[in-house]
């Protein structure tokens, strides 16, 4: 079995502060996601990759860059943190599309202060 | 206005108790996914389940396509069973769609 390994944890940000979220899979999938989970709001898809190089948006990419340098690593960026935001990021992976099964990892929980 | 409604919003069980949870989606719908996210915790894959009825373990998922709508089934329920439960679906093109969940609590 593979495993999805986001860094941090947890991330606490000043405003207007740059803060990058790492994600590293080792399923030797394809396609690679990012999603933000807000309480009483599901999960809203931020970017996706469906190769190395590639980046496709999703409906909530505005505030947000992000990297897909290598096959194992999708890193996302929010460009400039919001007072008060808190959200839990979710990076997922599956072998080609996401009409296969999604793995998660745990997520990254920010804070910004 | 939300493509994936699910219902109730939360759900307060005695152990052994059945449960359904319902899941309508407002678009044609390629594939349809349930997941499981514990408290504080990742998200898992349970089922996926485009069309037809499918089992697992004590979960059963039944999806009409041509209604938009999907159910999972959780029979007698356990205190593990506690947490969230996602429906998520595949419109072609893009990755999953989620709803916003709804929130299980099982007491023994």
């Known amino acids: 079995g593979g495993i999805i390994t986001q860094t941090p944890k947890f991330l606490i940000g000043q405003e207007g502060q740059k803060l990058t979220l790492k994600c590293q899979q080792n399923?030797?999938?394809?396609?690679m996601y990012w999603y933000r989970q807000d309480s009483g709001k599901g999960l809203r898809l931020i970017y996706y990759?469906?190769?190395?190089?590639?980046?496709q948006k999703g409906d909530l990419s505005e505030g947000y860059d992000a990297s897909r340098e290598k096959k194992s690593s999708f890193s996302l960026t929010v460009t400039s943190a919001q007072k008060n935001e808190m959200a839990v990021f979710l990076c997922?992976?599956?072998?080609?599309?996401?009409?296969?099964?999604?793995?998660f990892g745990h997520g990254t929980k920010l804070s910004v202060l | 206005g939300q493509q994936v409604q699910q219902s109730p919003a939360s759900l307060v069980l005695q152990e052994g108790e059945n449960a359904e949870l319902q899941c309508n989606f407002s678009s044609t719908a390629t594939q349809l996914q349930w997941f499981y996210q514990s408290p504080g915790g990742s998200l898992v894959s349970l089922l996926s389940n485009p069309s037809g009825t499918k089992h697992t373990g004590r979960l059963t998922s039944t999806t009409v396509t041509k209604e938009r709508r999907s159910s999972l089934h959780i029979s007698s329920s356990q205190t593990t069973d506690s947490g969230t439960y996602l429906c998520a679906i595949h419109q072609g093109g893009r990755a999953l769609i989620f709803g916003t969940g709804t929130t299980v609590s099982v007491s023994p």
């Open positions: 997922a992976s599956s072998i080609r599309g996401s009409n296969e099964r999604l793995f």
């Open positions: 990759s469906i190769t190395e190089n590639d980046l």
């Open positions: 399923f030797n999938h394809d396609t």
